[in-house]
C-alpha cells in the first residue's frame, strides 16, 4: 500500500529551536509539495518539487524555512529560528508528475512552538 | 489568477439528508477538479476527480460531482448523509499551465446531526 510517511507526527518545541520535518514520497513519484494549515488561513502552498529541484518555493518565508531533496525518497522542510507563529499541520503531498498529477498526501507533523 | 471558490464554511446536514457541497472555479479553459476529504488528524484523501469524459463523476463512499462548464461549477453531492461523513472537504483545482500547483478551495466542514 504505497503512501507518503512523514515524520515527526507531532512535535513541541521551544521558540528559536531548529524543526526539522522529514517526508517519504510514494516511490518512483517525482513531484513533491509541502503545505502549511492553520485555521486562519487554511492550506498554502510552501514549496514545490519536480525531479529533486525546486521549481516554487514563493510562499514560503525565506529568512528561516528552507526545503530541501537530499535524495529521491527524502524531503525535508527546516525552520530556523521557529516562532510560535510557525504552529501549524505541516503537510508533505507527492505526484507522479504527469497526466492529472493527483497528490497524495502525508498525515502531517503538527509542529506546536511555545 | 485563477481561484477555487467553496460556498459555505461550513454545512450541516441531518443523517440521510441530502449533502450538497458547493464549488464554483474561475477560468476560461476547465482545469482537472478534484475533491478531497480530510479526516479528524489526518491528511487530504482524494474523493474524486474529473479530467475529461463524462462530467457526473462517482468517487468513493458515495459521492458523486457533476463538472458544469456553463455554471464553472463541480458541486460534490451524496443522497444520504452518514456520520461517518462528518469531515472537512477540499475542492481544488488543477489548470493546465501552471506547472502542476493545486489550487485548492477554503474548505468546508460537514457536519451530520443525528
Known amino acids: 500500500d504505497a503512501r507518503v510517511t512523514q515524520t515527526p507526527r507531532h512535535k513541541v518545541t521551544e521558540m528559536g529551536q531548529e524543526v526539522t520535518m522529514r517526508c517519504q514520497p510514494i516511490?518512483?513519484?517525482?513531484?513533491v509539495f509541502w503545505y502549511r494549515q492553520t485555521m486562519m488561513q487554511g492550506l498554502e502552498l510552501l514549496a514545490y518539487?519536480?525531479?529533486?529541484?525546486?521549481?516554487?518555493d514563493s510562499g514560503m518565508p525565506k529568512d528561516r524555512f528552507s526545503a530541501e531533496m537530499p535524495d529521491a525518497t527524502l524531503a525535508t522542510l527546516k525552520i530556523q529560528p521557529s516562532e510560535p507563529r510557525d504552529s501549524a499541520v505541516y503537510f508533505c503531498?507527492?505526484?507522479?508528475?504527469?497526466?492529472?498529477?493527483?497528490?497524495?498526501f502525508g498525515a502531517g507533523t503538527r509542529l506546536s512552538v511555545l | 489568477a485563477q481561484s477555487v471558490t467553496q460556498l459555505g464554511s461550513h454545512v450541516s446536514v441531518s443523517e440521510g439528508a441530502l449533502v450538497l457541497l458547493r464549488c464554483n472555479y474561475s477560468?476560461?479553459?476547465?482545469?482537472?477538479l478534484f475533491w478531497y476529504v480530510q479526516y479528524p488528524n489526518q491528511g487530504l484523501q482524494l474523493l474524486l476527480k474529473?479530467?475529461?469524459?463524462?462530467?457526473l463523476v462517482k468517487g468513493i463512499n458515495g459521492f458523486e460531482a457533476e463538472f458544469k462548464k456553463s455554471e464553472t461549477s463541480f458541486h460534490l453531492t451524496k443522497p444520504s448523509a452518514h456520520r461517518s461523513d462528518a469531515a472537512e472537504y477540499f475542492c481544488?483545482?488543477?489548470?493546465?499551465?501552471?506547472?502542476?500547483?493545486?489550487?485548492f478551495g477554503q474548505g468546508t466542514e460537514l457536519s451530520v446531526k443525528p
Open positions: 477560468s476560461s479553459v476547465p482545469p482537472y
Open positions: 503531498a507527492s505526484g507522479p508528475g504527469q497526466g492529472e498529477n493527483i497528490q497524495y
Open positions: 474529473y479530467t475529461t469524459g463524462a462530467t
Open positions: 516511490l518512483g513519484h517525482n513531484t
Open positions: 518539487f519536480r525531479n529533486r529541484a525546486p521549481l516554487d
Open positions: 481544488a483545482a488543477l489548470p493546465y499551465n501552471q506547472g502542476g500547483k493545486l489550487i
